[in-house]
């Protein structure tokens, strides 16, 4: 390949294997609550106006660009868009996320789940990525996401927010053939739905499986990963790289990475160095810093980001947190770990 | 040792490395909301009211071991009990959990604990554990237990439950010296709180770090271990047995094995055969079965139960969830687990 057509993206080099000169950083969460710029379109518009309003998503999507020297913008948008284009209907309470009115509980309510052409109900989603793309400076790459079949679905089946997943769980284990249905349901509505991202312009895909660390490695194994691993069988065609994240999932990474993503997310309750030891040091990761730490002093960021970019030595890596940003977080702290991470003097060995 | 000194309660002659004829089993909060004389108690007395009534405490801490063939009793009480000795005044709220007032904000609210002493207004416990022991059957292992420093702290810094610990990890990190001292006082008092038991009656404890989890490994190791190091290295000359359990921990797990405690409880995020690979086939485990399974049908509860037992392999081990028994439990399941664990073919190999 001719250096001409080389991806310019620093996220994107990095995914391909090729050198870089500096470690690609970009935010879970970056279009938030912590930017008051987000703030102040909120106080207009809701959640799901914005992210159903090409322009705003688009605005939003742009704003932490605008502000930070980010190496990828992230498509603004909501795990949970996909289950009102099949037929699940919900909204977001003050203070306590995703309502569901109808959470599911039979089999036959995955039935009933509209999936044929339910990726064409999410066309505004599509639309945004196009105008995104539009005025994104070429070096920054824009990521695609959706929230993988076990998230989704324990959302679908709670009915909201969990702390034990207790119905999913029970869900799982006494109807695993309505689960089955319903994974193989969401498993196949998510892939169209990265595809059509894609085809509008995402040029890296992220799968947030954000709450599978409440599973042990047996229901990971055998209720969750063949339906994540369709995705990405799935994505193979589409020639980007893909994301694989969640959280709490030291034990069973392994098995993450082999239900497929080129990148690994991890959280900050593993050590990259451990990570990459059990992994193989050609395995891309993503992460890892503490969200929380991002709320504390100068200092403290500081001692946090210097700590995940001493376990780097020179593997490939995409630094970002754990998990999403906090609304409370400092814009001044994200400044600062990405002054960090730039004049980090260690990237040489990367490229 | 003539056989006649040997103890009788399988939990402990497992401790000691001695042969038992069955699995020892019991439940961690089996003394609790889910069963209805437990609740018929609740409509006429406070939570608080029971755990500082001994006769109250030792009823309920036997309502369990009246119905089901369990292997040990634990004193009912709660972790947050030594925040009142310590002059820091909580109340349960209803569906809320504890709720303190005057949650730790500086060095000075450390400084201000009433650590003297502080063992000395828990005698109701003391007393429970008594009155327990007089009515036990011999045959009964009586654990007593306490919150570790980590878990206390974070209650004391939050004033309540969290989900991101941020005070807490904010605190850990930017008022290192104030976190030692409110550590050292933690496991200073924690320490002699369990000597205190164990002086009472109690034939082994359990030291409860059910939150550290929500830390990577080089936080534990800086701003916990130590602490926790302290309280096991304390009780070496208790001359009893201790366990040492928290959740969500499997990124450090060697790192609580080396801080100290006979025996290592886990919870069902882990594969208790990963782990004793990594800590040595001779570690002593406990759990760790999921409390949701406990929620299911009795054949969801068999084949869960069915899933922990077969990793056990001859390897030392007591049965247990990965983490509290659920209020919603029917108590028909914690019958069938304690059933499926006496009948299980493979403890000859542990004898």
Redesign the interface.
């Known amino acids: 390949m001719s250096t001409l057509h080389q991806p310019r993206q620093r996220l994107i080099r990095i995914c391909e294997g090729l050198p870089v000169d500096s470690t690609p950083i970009w935010f879970m969460r970056q279009a938030g609550r912590y930017l008051e710029e987000y703030r102040r379109l909120r106080q207009r518009y809701s959640m799901l106006e914005l992210c159903q309003t090409p322009e705003l998503a688009a605005e939003v999507t742009l704003q932490p660009i605008k502000r930070f020297d980010l190496d990828a913008a992230i498509i603004f948008a909501d795990i949970l868009l996909p289950l009102q284009a099949l037929g699940v209907p919900f909204y977001f309470a003050k203070g306590e996320g995703p309502v569901l009115e109808k959470p599911i509980q039979t089999p036959q309510d995955v039935e009933r789940l509209h999936t044929t052409d339910a990726e064409e109900r999410l066309t505004f989603v599509y639309d945004a990525i196009r105008l995104v793309r539009q005025s994104l400076d070429e070096k920054i790459a824009l990521i695609g996401f959706a929230g993988a079949p076990f998230t989704v679905a324990s959302y679908m089946i709670e009915g909201g927010h969990s702390r ?3 119905k999913t ?2 869900f799982m ?2 109807q695993p053939e309505a689960w089955n249905s319903l994974m193989t349901k969401l498993s196949t509505v998510t892939l169209r739905y990265l595809q059509r991202q894609v085809e509008a312009g995402a040029q890296v895909v992220q799968l947030f499986d954000s709450w599978v ?6 229901d990971y194994r055998t209720f969750v990963m063949p339906h994540s691993a369709a995705i990405f069988a799935g994505l193979r065609d589409a020639g980007v790289p893909s994301i694989h994240f969640g959280t ?1 999932t ?2 069973f990474l392994d098995l993450m990475k082999e239900a497929g993503g080129a990148v690994i997310g991890v959280d ?4 990259l160095d ?1 990570v990459w030891k059990r992994l193989g040091d050609t395995t891309i990761l993503q992460g890892n810093l ?4 991002m ?3 100068r200092q ?1 960021v500081s ?2 980001v210097r ?1 995940v970019l001493e376990q780097v030595k020179g593997r490939p890596h995409i630094f970002n947190l754990g998990h999403g940003i ?1 609304p ?1 977080t400092p814009p001044e702290n994200v400044e600062t770990a990405i002054q960090q991470v730039r004049s980090w003097p260690e990237i040489g060995k990367q490229i």
């Open positions: 034990h997943f207790a769980k029970l284990h006494e660390g409440t599973l042990g490695r047996y709490g030291s034990t900050w309750r593993v050590d451990e503490d969200p929380v730490t709320l504390g002093s403290t001692q946090a700590r906090l409370e």
